[in-house]
């Protein structure tokens, strides 16, 4: 029984040791500094709450002070988002260099080597990772200091071994160029990937295809469940142009509303979705145009 008992310890040993370095990974080496200008500042905030507000702002405090994240089930551990604002004691961003940001965005990989898979934007545009940057070490009032922390994320060792298995950093690269507002399509197919709407709106968070998008399992399809308020189960709509189970019918100014607003033809829009007020009318019109390209899916996705 004792030789059993050993038996079973290095065995849990090894798959710890394993884990360990499938989940450590190699950091952020440039001195990059991001570059500050009062366009670039206004332009992070539209996009710090278009991309991070949905898990980092808490709208308690009204400020990036991170949340619970209910999506992850109990027996994988508790998690929560990072805070983001100023403060010594518990935000992040003070901790990082602008270089460990970017390379954190990009990578999903943080300065300590750990793997972070719900953190990656590897198709990012440099000029807009900068502005994001910029915004978190801005004065706005969204992001000084909130030292309450909101919680602290312990995964259990279920948890660790499929972050194990899942860890896939994406690949550094450089010199991303933001596509022009003069050409929707483009700019539309962008911002689906780095906004995160193939995310929530796909089969499931557990099949995302970070560097391909359009790979991704049910891309665009709808059917991922979330946890919405009272911990009810709301599944992501299906936003392909289908007719019939998708939106091939809604005009230009209703998928506005349902984007800006959180007011769909036909019903009200529930958390999690959030309303994206930062987004520019081109952006909305610029998405609109893009998802009317691609290939329509019947696919019935059941509203509580």
């Known amino acids: 029984m004792k030789y059993k008992g050993l038996q079973v310890t290095a065995l849990l040993l090894a798959v710890i040791i394993v884990i360990s370095c499938k989940t450590h990974f190699e950091t952020a080496k440039s001195d990059y500094q991001a570059s500050f200008s009062n366009v670039n500042l206004e332009h992070g905030k539209n996009l710090a709450f278009s991309i991070c507000a949905g898990c980092h702002y808490n709208q308690g405090l009204k400020k990036f002070a991170g949340n619970p994240?209910?999506?992850?089930?109990?027996?994988?551990?508790?998690?929560?988002?990072?805070?983001?604002?100023?403060?010594?004691?518990?935000?992040?961003?003070v901790k990082y260099t602008d270089a460990q940001l970017r390379y954190?965005?990009?990578t999903g990989i943080a300065k300590d080597g750990r793997f972070m898979s719900y953190m990656l934007r590897p198709n990012m545009a440099d000029e807009d990772i900068d502005n994001i940057i910029v915004y978190l070490r801005s004065n706005d009032a969204a992001v000084r200091s909130a030292d309450t922390t909101i919680g602290l994320t312990r995964y259990s060792l279920i948890g660790k071994i499929y972050l194990g298995f899942k860890a896939a950093p994406a690949p550094y690269k450089e010199g991303i160029k933001r596509p022009s507002d003069n050409v929707p399509l483009a700019l539309g197919r962008y911002l689906v990937d780095n906004i995160g709407c193939y995310h929530c709106h796909s089969k499931s968070l557990k099949s995302l295809n970070s560097i391909s998008p359009e790979q991704t399992k049910g891309y665009?399809?709808?059917?991922?469940?979330?946890?919405?308020?009272?911990?009810?189960?709301?599944?992501?709509?299906?936003?392909?142009?289908?007719?019939?189970?998708?939106?091939g019918n809604y005009s230009k100014e209703e998928f506005s509303r349902a984007l800006k607003d959180g007011q769909a033809p036909n019903r009200k829009l529930k958390a999690p979705m959030e309303k994206f007020e930062y987004l520019s009318d081109k952006e909305v019109n610029a998405i609109y145009a893009y998802l009317m390209t691609v290939p329509a899916k019947y696919h019935v996705v059941k509203h509580l």
């Open 69 to 93: 994240i209910h999506d992850v089930p109990s027996i994988a551990g508790t998690v929560y988002s990072a805070n983001l604002t100023h403060s010594k004691t518990n935000g992040l961003t």
């Open 104 to 106: 954190l965005l990009k």
């Open 220 to 247: 665009l399809a709808g059917g991922a469940i979330f946890k919405g308020e009272q911990g009810t189960d709301i599944a992501a709509s299906n936003i392909t142009p289908d007719k019939n189970t998708g939106i």
